[in-house]
């Protein structure tokens, strides 16, 4: 039988490992949301705009090429694009000339605005599911000079010269760098799907005999450092077979490819990014996790040419010899399938450490554009979070000032560097973890880190459920503080003094900066386990007694107490039952309050 105590447990530490060890570049428990407009750099982002109709599977997308600043949103159409629909947006290295597509061609547009000019050479007109051209860019580290690329087709990458310098482009000859001899590979030309050439590297979702169930990502080199024509045999291949975490009817055998859309290359083309689909396991925001969080981040590895050894599918991102960062979204969107709540359109910037991506998704209450300084996990709205501006898609980000070429190494415009930054402390705490099970009544710890002092309140939340522990009902400096033991008692007063049974999933650790709300460090979610968890009537018992007693710490020569409504007369007792304090309290409403105690650090029984 369960037997309510308000009795002091000292605490030793207690580690309850999680059943998978993530790598450590996986971002799901450590990122923040940051704000633009103190820490990010000088810069654009140019984007297409969709709006929703009444029917939830619909989109209607509206004119224009839409440009807003990194740091202030103020969105414009740029001139010249009114009676455009854009897709597969790109800004040339100087940020001088914006290209996309639109209508099965290719277009170039002066960042300032102007006339549109094709830019691609096909003829065929696109009707249904036939895309002459969807997918464009600015061929980054072209071996030929100044070029840009497009599809011709399900089965063609074209190069065509251009010079950029004048006001007017100069067009110079055209080239084939992939061509697919054999009919039974062809491009899923699908908007979200997303291709990406810099180099002698292109990335690419493609139907092919070596993935019978669907499409896959692949990885193609351009024989001769760029300057040939990659056909399907210069593909990466991994090794045929793999174990799938979850099979599904018809999922097994041979595999030769990784699920992906939101295809993109970093600038020098060694880094790869997209949406990983069935890539990895739990530690990866994919459809093997339970609830499935496909499109809910992004990974990225490193680019696999050809000629690379033939690895196991999930490596790519599990082993860190080829994984580079796995990026979950903000916990608050990990739900719905992955076009109800969808992450996608990812980009590399001309400085690598950002990536943007659009939020979408006919359940989500949330369109937005988003920039992710991925290594250190920030992710900053740069539109508004809502569904009232439309919803934007296929964005390209710029870092600097047009006619400028970015240079990591004289650029004095920063990605957001925590040690830099004066007043937040980087709170992060780093246990409990994700998927740990902490015991009632049995010895558990915290431990939190920050980069800086700092003086934080720490809460256990679920939901809208927020519980101060009265071994931890007093402030905290990481710095002296780091870890912390406490006990969760089976029963415990949230935050509008209700009574709340401490069992069950969904919890989570919030350390918040007395100073600032916003400077936060949150636990991954965690689990408490009560084996004989109180009855209603014992709830019942442990409210009346709570209104005569209650068990705290005096800590830094202070103690909180929740006074009870009404109550007139308070006495504080160490644990021998010495009186350390008695006297009157003002009558009133029941409430949180902070007493002075000139008396040593120790627990005590608060008796009314």
Avoid at 28 to 38: R, T
Avoid at 234 to 249: G, I, R, V
């Amino acid at each position: 039988m369960m037997k309510l105590s308000w009795a002091y447990f000292a605490c030793a530490a207690l580690s309850v490992s999680a059943a998978v060890t993530c790598p450590n570049y996986t971002h799901k428990d450590d990122l923040a949301i940051g704000a633009p407009a103190q820490y990010l750099p000088e810069g654009f982002a140019v984007y297409g705009l969709g709006r929703k109709t009444d029917d939830p599977l619909i989109s209607i997308d509206a004119y224009g090429l839409f440009r807003t600043s990194l740091t202030q949103y103020a969105p414009v159409i740029v001139p010249g694009s009114e009676t455009h629909v854009p897709a597969s947006v790109d800004i040339s290295e100087d940020g001088r000339w914006f290209l996309y597509t639109f209508s099965g061609h290719v277009y170039l547009l002066p960042e300032a605005g102007g006339t549109a000019v094709q830019a691609d050479t096909n003829t065929t007109v696109m009707s249904n599911y036939n895309y002459p051209a969807l997918f464009s860019g600015f061929y980054r580290l072209s071996p030929k000079g100044s070029e840009i690329w497009y599809n011709a087709g399900d089965g063609l990458i074209l190069a065509r010269q251009v010079d950029l310098s004048t006001s007017v482009p100069v067009w110079g000859s055209v080239r084939t760098i992939l061509d697919f001899t054999a009919y039974t590979w062809r491009f899923y030309l699908q908007r979200d799907i997303q291709m990406a050439v810099v180099g002698s590297h292109i990335l690419a979702g493609a139907f092919s005999p070596l993935s019978p169930v669907g499409h896959r990502t692949f990885q193609f080199t351009i024989p001769d450092n760029g300057n040939g024509t990659a056909t399907e045999a210069d593909a990466y291949q991994f090794l045929a077979t793999y174990t799938l975490p979850t099979p599904e009817a018809g999922e097994s055998g041979l595999y030769n490819g990784v699920y992906g859309c939101g295809h993109a290359l970093s600038p020098d083309g060694t880094k790869a990014i997209s949406n990983s689909g069935g890539t990895g396991n739990e530690c990866v925001p994919s459809k093997w996790t339970s609830p499935d969080t496909d499109h809910k981040g992004f990974m990225m590895s490193k680019f696999l040419e050809s000629s690379a050894p033939a690895i196991n599918l999930h490596d790519i991102i599990l082993n860190p010899d080829y994984g580079i960062s796995i990026n979950w979204v903000p916990a608050e969107y990990r739900k719905g399938v992955w076009n109800a709540w969808d992450f996608n359109n990812w980009n590399f910037s001309n400085d690598e450490r950002y990536v943007i991506g659009a939020q979408n998704g006919y359940e989500s209450d949330t369109h937005a554009l988003w920039v992710i300084d991925w290594s250190h996990s920030i992710w900053y709205p740069i539109t508004p979070r809502d569904t009232l501006h439309g919803s934007p898609t296929d964005p390209a980000m710029f870092v600097g000032k047009a006619g400028t070429i970015y240079s990591s190494a004289s650029s004095s415009a920063g990605n957001y560097d925590p040690i830099l930054d004066p007043a937040n402390p980087m709170y992060k705490v780093l246990a409990p973890k994700t998927g740990d099970v902490l015991p009632v009544l049995k010895p558990c710890s915290l431990h939190i880190t920050a980069v800086r002092p700092g003086s934080a309140t720490v809460l256990l939340v679920r939901g809208r459920q927020t519980v101060i522990l009265p071994e931890l009902n007093h402030s905290f400096n990481p710095i002296n503080d780091s870890i912390v033991t406490f006990t969760i008692p089976q029963l415990a007063v949230d935050g509008t003094g209700a009574d709340v049974v401490m069992n069950g999933s969904g919890w989570k650790v919030y350390v918040q900066d007395y100073g600032n709300k916003t400077f936060v460090g949150i636990s991954g979610e965690f689990s408490i386990y009560d084996p004989d968890p109180p009855t209603a009537l014992q709830a019942q018992a442990f409210a009346l007694h709570r209104a005569a007693f209650q068990t705290g710490v005096i800590h830094n020569g202070s103690l909180q107490v929740w006074i009870p409504e009404g109550v007139t007369h308070m006495s504080i007792l160490d644990v021998q039952g010495n009186v350390l304090w008695t006297g009157a309290v003002s009558p009133g409403a029941a409430r949180l309050q902070k007493m002075a105690l000139s008396v040593p650090a120790q627990p005590v029984l608060v008796k009314f």
